[in-house]
């Protein structure tokens, strides 16, 4: 078995396999130090959490993580909180950033003897309506690697050699791209408030997410196609204290801003997730924008589902799981789609990028007013609470 991609989907399917005695190699592009420093995700639902607790994943997750369940709307008609652990399912989320899950679980899959291949990068993976697929890979001395094994896990993200792969005339590609950007931030600075921050604003979105007690991840709206550098780190945290109207509610705990990247929120999901051996997971399989932090827990819940049907068919010599595992994600992955194109909605001003915003035309005033009629829903409906808090944090 070669797994592509030692990211969460990557490293949990490697330690599921491991676990159940079958033979695995990771092959992954960067470096081990590499890994430890990627930071991206944080939030992670309840049902991530019970899928590591099952395989014992999950230890540096409970003695380091914090449980989190409130989150603060800010916008021109004020602020609300929803404290989500009292509504739908009485879920939490679990703040544990994505680097030292995958340090953890990376950890963990080498103390119980797995392979990884560091520094390897996936070409290609050939002949997968076969019985034999081959993966062409770039070793770490730069020499040309064969890899014949019966099965191909692609887990190595959007860009990855899995996709790639796979011929336009077997795969469906839906696809969106929401016309948005964020600049997303990493500040060393404690968080702000004690909840997730969502400020809705005429100049355009800011967010606030807690990662430790020390860093704060941070979200700006910007203007599509503008360098991730442009602004100096006193004029993002103004503009920052301006959406997230700190004069009314509170100023922003600033600090030294140590990551800064431009993400264009895109979706993108292929269908089916299997072509004859090679099969998708994680962000392979469908991208999703951070609107709603689900991409990291796609990515477990989808890397169980394909370890669980690969061991009944390598170990038990049933493939029904494997023939399932496409369609039985897929409804995952649209509830997830769902959900987070249903938070671009209610998150976003159509003039909001940094700039003067103006009157709008009437699609953008339309727009505009059923973002703060949804706002408005989201604050007085029990039965709109209990929804939203059932997405949010589940899957
Ligand atoms: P990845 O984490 O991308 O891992 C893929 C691995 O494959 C990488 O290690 C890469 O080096 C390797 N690779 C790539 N190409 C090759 C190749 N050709 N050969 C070998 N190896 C290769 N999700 C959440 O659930 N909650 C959040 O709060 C959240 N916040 C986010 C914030 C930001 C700013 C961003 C950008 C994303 C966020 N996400 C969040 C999404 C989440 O980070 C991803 O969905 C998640 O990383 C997907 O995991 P993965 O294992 O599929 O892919």
Redesign the pocket.
């Known amino acids: 078995m070669v797994v592509?991609?030692?990211?969460?989907?990557?490293?949990v399917l490697g330690n599921l396999l491991l676990a159940a005695g079958v033979d695995c190699v990771i092959?992954?592009?960067?470096e081990r130090g590499?890994?430890a420093s990627?930071?991206?995700?944080?939030?992670?639902?309840a049902e991530?959490v019970r899928i590591l607790d099952r395989h014992g994943l999950a230890e540096g997750l409970h003695r380091h993580g914090r449980p989190h369940a409130v989150c603060e709307f800010r916008s021109e008609d004020g602020r609300f909180r929803l404290d989500y652990a009292g509504l739908g399912r009485g879920d939490r989320h679990t703040v544990y950033p994505?680097q030292d899950l995958?340090a953890d679980l990376l950890a963990q899959y080498l103390d119980a003897g797995g392979r990884v291949r560091f520094g390897?990068?996936?070409?290609a993976v050939l002949g997968a309506d076969g019985d034999r697929p081959t993966v062409e890979?770039r070793g770490a001395d730069g020499r040309p690697e064969r890899w014949r094994p019966r099965y191909v896990a692609g887990?190595?993200?959007?860009?990855?050699?899995?996709r790639r792969s796979l011929p336009p005339q077997a795969v469906r590609r839906r696809h969106r791209d929401h016309g948005v950007s964020?600049l997303?931030l990493l500040a060393e600075a404690p968080p702000s408030l004690d909840a997730v921050g969502y400020a809705v604003h005429e100049r355009g979105f800011a967010g606030h997410?807690a990662r430790t007690p020390e860093v704060t991840?941070y979200?700006l709206q910007w203007q599509p196609g503008e360098a991730a550098g442009s602004w100096s780190e006193e004029r993002i945290w103004d503009e920052l204290a301006l959406r997230m109207r700190a004069a009314d509610y509170g100023p922003l705990r600033r600090g030294r801003i140590v990551q800064r990247?431009v993400?264009d929120l895109e979706s993108d999901v292929l269908e089916p997730l299997r072509h004859g051996s090679l099969f998708l997971?994680?962000?392979?399989?469908s991208?999703?924008s951070?609107s709603a932090?689900?991409?990291?827990?796609?990515?477990v819940l989808?890397?169980e589902l394909l370890a669980l049907a690969l061991v009944d068919d390598l170990v038990h010599g049933d493939p029904a799981g494997l023939d399932s595992y496409s369609a039985a994600c897929l409804d995952h992955v649209w509830r997830a789609q769902e959900f987070s194109h249903w938070m671009i909605q209610l998150l976003h001003t159509p003039r909001g990028t940094g700039g003067a915003g103006g009157e709008g035309t009437g699609e953008t005033l339309f727009h505009d007013a059923l973002r703060r009629s949804r706002l408005q829903s989201l604050r007085t409906s029990r039965t709109h609470q209990d929804w939203f808090a059932e997405n949010y944090v589940g899957l």
């Open positions: 592509l991609g030692a990211g969460p989907a990557g490293l092959l992954e592009r960067a590499d890994l990627r930071a991206r995700a944080g939030f992670l639902g991530t994505q995958v390897t990068e996936a070409r890979a887990c190595d993200g959007r860009h990855g050699a899995a964020w997303a997410m991840r979200y990247t993400v997971a994680g962000d392979a399989a991208l999703l951070p932090a689900k991409g990291a827990n796609l990515a989808e890397a």
